[in-house]
C-alpha cells in the first residue's frame, strides 16, 4: 500500500471542510485514482473540531488513513493543525491556515489559546507552508473562499494536473461564485 | 458505466432506486439519516419522514403486503423502537422485498449507546449483510431485496458510521421496471399473526433460515482472498478494510452476509490454518458462532469490544505494534460542539442552571444544554425517555425536591416517543414541569421536517400538529407557551410551573436559527460598549460561540460575523452595554 497519499483535512465546524476534500477527491478520480474520504458528521458540525480523511493510489482499502501515515496535514485553524500532528509521518508535510478560532474554554477566559504555533509546527516538520487564508480570500473579494484559497495551496505541492482542479471547481462551485473561487484558488495558488 | 464518488448513504439509496423500490420511510438519525433524503433526488420513490422509526418500519411493512419494494432506514438505537414489528414481519415475511437498513455507530460519534445490531439479525431472525465500501452497499442493497423475495424475507443491511459516512468510487446501474405491479392480495395464513397462524409460520422461519445458510456457502458475496498462505482472517464489514492494511499477507474470508453466517465455507477455510483470526468491530458475533462450531479462534481476547477500529487499533491489539494518536495533552483546549449563536435554547438552559432545576433530558441539540457553562441537564437515557424520567423520579423524593424536577425535550423527540410519557404523567397524575423546546425541526440530524414543521420531506407543504392543543387534549390544563429569547419572561414562567403542584407543560415558540424559511425577520448583530462593559461575565454564562472573553482589557467582545442579533445576551447584562449595531 505503499503508493497510496495520505491528506488529513482538520479544522473547525463551519470552515467549509468538506466541500474541500470533496473537490481534492474529486480532483483524484479524474486523475484515474482509487480514493476513499471519510468524515465524522452530527456533533461535530456544531462549532466542533472536524478531520476528513482522504486517501487516494492505486487500490485504498481503509478510509481511515493509519495512524502515523499522514503524508499531509492540511488544516484550516492553527490550533486543529497541531492536535493531529503526531498522525504525520515523520517526513510529512503541514500546510496550515494561519488562523486562530479560539475553542469555548479560551472564549470563557479558562484557558489560554497556545502562542506560537505557527513557529512550532515549522521547526518540527520543515516543509510547512503557512497560509494566510483570510487575507488571500478578502482580497479574492469573499472571505468565504478562505478554503479554495487553501486548495490553491495545497494544489502545488500535489503531483497532479492543473487542469483537473479547475475542472472540479468548475463542476463542484455553483455558477455565480465561480469567477470568485477560480480567483482564490489562483491566489492560493501562487502563495506556496 | 457511469462511476462516480459516493457515500455510503448515498450508494445506498441508489441501491434501492436501482432495486427498483417505491417506498421509503425513515427517522432520521446519525449515521443514517443522509439514505432516506438522498433517495428523493429519484422520483419513482415515494419517500416520508414518519414520526418514530416503528411508525416508518409498519409504513414500510404495509408497502411490502401491497407488493412493493420498499426500503426503511435508522440509527442502531432505532430499532429498539421498530422491534415490535420487525420481530413479526420476521414471521410474515414478505410480498415486495423490504430491507431495514440499519446504520450503528461504534465509538458513539452521535449516539448514547454502543449496540451491535448484528445481534438484532440473529434475534429477530432476519438475515442480514454487511458492505464494507460505497460499491457493496450498492450492490448488497439490491441483492438483498432479491434474497429477501427469494427466501419471504425481510433482509438487514447493516452499515456503520465508517461505510455510511465514507466515499468511494462506485459504478452505476439501471433501474429495474420489470417487478410485478403491486395490489390488494389477501393472504390472512401469512399476514394474520394469530397464534394459530403464528405457530405454523414459526417453522417456515427455521426452514428459511437452514436454506439460506446452505445457499449462502456458494454465494460470491462471501469471498476468500488468498494471501501468503500462513495466517487465515475471518472478517466482515469495515473490519475487512483495516484487515487488508494491517495483515497483507493473510488470507482472508470475507463475510457479506452476516446472518445466517455460511458454516460450511467457515469449516473448510478454518481447515487450512493454524492460527485462525476473526476481526470484527463490537461485539464478538461471529467469534462466538465460529468457537461454537468447535473452531479455536483470536479474536475479543486480543481485540477491542469496545469503540471502533482502525488499521493501527487492529495493529496494536494483534501485534503490540506503537500507534500514535491525536494529541490530547491538557495545554490544547478542546473544542467539543456547541450550540449555534441565536439558538433558542441557550437562555432557557441558563434559566434552568439559575433555578438550580434537576433536568430529566433527551436526545436533540439541547443535549449540549449538559456541557459547561450551561450545565443543566441531569439525565439522558433514550428518545422521548425525559417525561417517564421526570415522573418516576418525582414518586420517591420529597415535595421540595418534586418541585426541582423539570424534563426538557423538543418538539421531534416529544412527537417520536414523549408524547406518551405525558399521557402517563397527566393520567397518573404527577407534579413534574415538562419544558417542549419546539424549534419546529429536527435539528440535532441536519434540520429534517417533522409533523411540527408544517412541511415533509419533498418540501411540500402539509399540516403542522398543534403542540398547544395537543398537550390540552391529553388533559394537561397549564400549558404556555412563551419565547424564550425573552429572558425575564421565560424566568418567571419556568419558576412559576417548577413550583406547581400539577403537571404543565412549557413551549418554547422560536424556530430554529438555522432554518431560513422560519427567520425572515432581519436581525443586526450586536457588540459591546466597552466604556459600559464592568467585566463582570455575567454574559458568559450563556455559552455563545459568539461571546469572547478579552483578557487583557478585562471585557466581553462580540464577533459580528457570527452573531445573529438574538439579544439574549443583552438581557444578561445588568450595565447596558451590549448594543446592536445601527441604534
Given at each position: 500500500m505503499s503508493?497510496v ?11 467549509g471542510i468538506?466541500?474541500?476534500?470533496e473537490?481534492?477527491?474529486e480532483v483524484m478520480?479524474m486523475a484515474?485514482?482509487?480514493?476513499k474520504?471519510?468524515?465524522?458528521h452530527g ?7 472536524v478531520t476528513?480523511?482522504v486517501r487516494?493510489?492505486e487500490?485504498v482499502?481503509?478510509s481511515?488513513?493509519?495512524?502515523g501515515?499522514v ?9 486543529e493543525?497541531k492536535?493531529y500532528?503526531?498522525l ?5 508535510q503541514?500546510i496550515v491556515?494561519?488562523l ?5 474554554s479560551v472564549a470563557?477566559?479558562k484557558?489560554?489559546?497556545?502562542e506560537?504555533l505557527?513557529d512550532?509546527?515549522?521547526?518540527q ?8 487564508g483570510l487575507d ?5 473579494g ?6 479554495t ?12 494536473d492543473y ?6 471547481l ?10 470568485i473561487?477560480?480567483n482564490?484558488?489562483e491566489?492560493?495558488r501562487?502563495?506556496? | 458505466?457511469q462511476?462516480?464518488i459516493?457515500?455510503?448513504n448515498e ?8 432495486a427498483?423500490v ?5 427517522y ?9 433524503e438522498n433517495t ?32 426503511v432506514?435508522?440509527?442502531h438505537v432505532?430499532?429498539n423502537?421498530?422491534?415490535?414489528p ?35 439479525a440473529?434475534?429477530?431472525k ?7 465500501d ?11 431485496f432479491?434474497a429477501?423475495e427469494k ?10 458510521t465508517r461505510?455510511?459516512h465514507?466515499?468511494?468510487?462506485v459504478?452505476?446501474?439501471e433501474r429495474r421496471?420489470?417487478l ?12 394474520v399473526?394469530?397464534?394459530g397462524?403464528?405457530r405454523?409460520?414459526h417453522?417456515?422461519?427455521?426452514q428459511?433460515l437452514i436454506?439460506?445458510?446452505?445457499w449462502s456457502?456458494?454465494?460470491p458475496?462471501?469471498?476468500i ?15 475487512y ?6 495483515m497483507?499477507?493473510?488470507?482472508v ?14 469449516r ?9 483470526y476473526?476481526?470484527?468491530?463490537l461485539?464478538?458475533?461471529i467469534?462466538?458462532q465460529?468457537r461454537a462450531?468447535?473452531i479455536?479462534?483470536v479474536?475479543?481476547d486480543?481485540l ?9 487499533r ?10 500514535p494518536?491525536e ?6 483546549p478542546?473544542?467539543?460542539p456547541?450550540?449555534?449563536p ?5 437562555g432557557?438552559?441558563?434559566e434552568l442552571?439559575?433555578?438550580?432545576a434537576y ?5 436533540g ?11 443543566a441537564m441531569?439525565?439522558?437515557v433514550?428518545?422521548?425517555?425525559s417525561i417517564?424520567?421526570?415522573t ?8 421540595e425536591e ?26 397518573n397524575?404527577?407534579a413534574?414541569t ?6 419546529r ?6 434540520r ?8 415533509m ?10 403542540m ?6 391529553v388533559?394537561?390544563?397549564h400549558?404556555k407557551v412563551?419565547d ?8 418567571k ?5 417548577m413550583a406547581?403542584?400539577?403537571t404543565s407543560v ?8 438555522l432554518?431560513p424559511?422560519?427567520?425572515m425577520d432581519?436581525r443586526m ?6 466604556d459600559k ?14 461571546i ?21 445576551c ?8 451590549f448594543i446592536?449595531?445601527?441604534?
Amino acid at each position: 500500500m505503499s503508493d497510496v497519499k495520505n491528506i488529513l483535512l482538520a479544522g473547525v465546524g463551519g470552515q467549509g471542510i468538506l466541500l474541500a476534500s470533496e473537490v481534492l477527491s474529486e480532483v483524484m478520480m479524474m486523475a484515474g485514482m482509487d480514493v476513499k474520504k471519510n468524515e465524522i458528521h452530527g456533533m461535530s458540525q456544531r462549532g466542533g473540531s472536524v478531520t476528513s480523511h482522504v486517501r487516494y493510489g492505486e487500490k485504498v482499502y481503509s478510509s481511515i488513513i493509519p495512524e502515523g501515515e499522514v503524508d499531509i496535514l492540511f488544516s484550516f485553524e492553527l490550533l486543529e493543525a497541531k492536535r493531529y500532528l503526531p498522525l504525520l509521518r515523520k517526513e510529512g508535510q503541514v500546510i496550515v491556515n494561519n488562523l486562530k478560532i479560539a475553542p469555548p474554554s479560551v472564549a470563557l477566559g479558562k484557558q489560554v489559546y497556545p502562542e506560537n504555533l505557527a513557529d512550532e509546527i515549522g521547526k518540527q516538520f520543515p516543509a510547512t507552508k503557512v497560509i494566510n487564508g483570510l487575507d488571500l480570500a478578502l482580497e479574492a473579494g469573499n472571505p468565504k473562499t478562505v478554503n479554495t484559497v487553501l486548495l490553491g495551496a495545497l494544489s502545488k505541492v500535489l503531483d497532479v494536473d492543473y487542469q483537473l482542479w479547475i475542472d472540479a471547481l468548475n463542476k463542484m462551485v455553483p455558477a455565480k461564485l465561480l469567477d470568485i473561487n477560480l480567483n482564490a484558488f489562483e491566489l492560493g495558488r501562487n502563495a506556496v | 458505466m457511469q462511476k462516480v464518488i459516493l457515500s455510503g448513504n448515498e450508494a445506498i439509496a441508489r441501491g434501492a432506486y436501482e432495486a427498483g423500490v417505491l417506498v421509503a420511510s425513515a427517522y432520521p438519525g446519525t449515521p443514517s439519516t443522509e439514505i432516506l433524503e438522498n433517495t428523493t433526488q429519484y422520483k419513482e420513490i415515494d419517500a416520508s419522514w414518519a414520526p418514530n422509526e416503528k411508525v416508518a418500519l409498519e409504513v414500510g411493512i404495509g408497502a411490502c403486503f401491497g407488493g412493493a419494494r420498499s426500503l426503511v432506514t435508522m440509527k442502531h438505537v432505532g430499532v429498539n423502537v421498530a422491534a415490535d414489528p420487525l420481530f413479526t414481519l420476521s414471521y410474515t415475511g414478505v410480498r415486495g422485498g423490504l430491507v431495514l437498513v440499519v446504520a450503528d455507530d461504534p465509538e458513539l460519534h452521535s449516539s448514547q449507546n454502543e449496540q451491535d445490531s448484528r445481534n438484532y439479525a440473529k434475534f429477530a431472525k432476519v438475515p442480514m449483510f454487511e458492505p464494507a465500501d460505497s460499491q457493496e452497499a450498492l450492490d448488497f442493497t439490491k441483492l438483498a431485496f432479491d434474497a429477501g423475495e427469494k427466501f419471504d424475507t425481510p433482509m438487514f443491511l447493516r452499515s456503520t458510521t465508517r461505510i455510511s459516512h465514507s466515499k468511494s468510487i462506485v459504478t452505476l446501474g439501471e433501474r429495474r421496471t420489470d417487478l410485478p405491479t403491486p395490489s390488494l392480495e389477501r393472504n390472512a395464513a401469512k399476514l394474520v399473526m394469530l397464534p394459530g397462524n403464528a405457530r405454523k409460520r414459526h417453522y417456515d422461519v427455521e426452514q428459511r433460515l437452514i436454506d439460506m445458510e446452505e445457499w449462502s456457502c456458494t454465494q460470491p458475496f462471501n469471498r476468500i482472498e488468498k494471501g501468503a498462505g500462513k495466517v487465515g482472517v475471518i472478517t466482515a464489514g469495515v473490519a475487512y478494510q483495516y484487515v487488508k492494511e494491517a495483515m497483507p499477507d493473510a488470507d482472508v474470508l470475507k463475510i457479506g452476509l452476516v446472518y445466517p453466517l455460511p458454516k460450511q465455507l467457515i469449516r473448510d477455510f478454518a481447515a487450512n490454518y493454524e492460527t485462525l483470526y476473526v476481526v470484527e468491530e463490537l461485539d464478538p458475533y461471529i467469534e462466538e458462532q465460529v468457537r461454537a462450531m468447535g473452531i479455536n479462534v483470536v479474536g475479543k481476547d486480543k481485540l477491542p469490544i469496545c469503540g471502533e477500529l482502525t488499521p493501527g487499533r487492529v495493529q496494536k491489539a494483534l501485534f503490540g505494534k506503537d500507534v500514535p494518536t491525536e494529541d490530547n495533552s491538557p495545554e490544547l483546549p478542546p473544542r467539543p460542539p456547541n450550540m449555534c449563536p441565536g439558538c433558542p435554547h441557550r437562555g432557557v438552559f441558563m434559566e434552568l442552571n439559575r433555578a438550580k432545576a434537576y433536568v430529566t433530558g433527551d436526545i436533540g441539540c439541547y443535549t449540549l444544554g449538559f456541557l459547561p457553562p450551561l450545565s443543566a441537564m441531569d439525565t439522558c437515557v433514550c428518545m422521548g425517555a425525559s417525561i417517564g424520567n421526570a415522573t418516576g423520579i418525582s414518586k420517591v423524593i420529597s415535595e421540595e425536591e418534586q418541585r426541582k424536577v423539570v424534563a426538557v425535550i423538543g418538539d421531534s423527540t416529544f412527537l417520536h416517543t414523549g408524547i406518551n410519557g405525558l399521557m402517563d404523567m397527566v393520567y397518573n397524575q404527577s407534579a413534574s414541569t415538562v419544558i417542549i423546546l419546539d424549534n419546529r425541526i429536527t435539528a440535532m440530524t441536519g434540520r429534517q421536517e417533522n409533523p411540527t414543521s408544517g412541511y415533509m420531506l419533498n418540501e411540500q407543504e402539509t399540516y403542522r400538529v398543534d403542540m398547544e392543543q395537543l398537550c390540552r387534549a391529553v388533559g394537561v390544563e397549564h400549558v404556555k407557551v412563551i419565547d424564550p429569547y425573552n429572558i425575564k419572561l421565560t424566568r418567571k414562567i419556568i419558576r412559576e410551573e417548577m413550583a406547581r403542584p400539577e403537571t404543565s407543560v412549557i413551549i418554547t415558540s422560536r424556530p430554529c436559527m438555522l432554518v431560513p424559511r422560519d427567520n425572515m425577520d432581519k436581525r443586526m448583530p450586536l457588540y459591546v460598549d466597552h466604556d459600559k462593559c464592568t467585566g463582570c461575565k455575567a454574559c458568559l454564562r450563556l455559552g455563545c460561540p459568539a461571546i469572547t472573553w478579552d483578557e487583557e482589557n478585562k471585557k466581553s467582545n462580540i464577533d459580528k460575523i457570527i452573531c445573529v442579533g438574538c439579544k439574549v445576551c443583552q438581557q444578561t447584562c445588568g450595565f447596558d452595554a451590549f448594543i446592536e449595531y445601527g441604534e
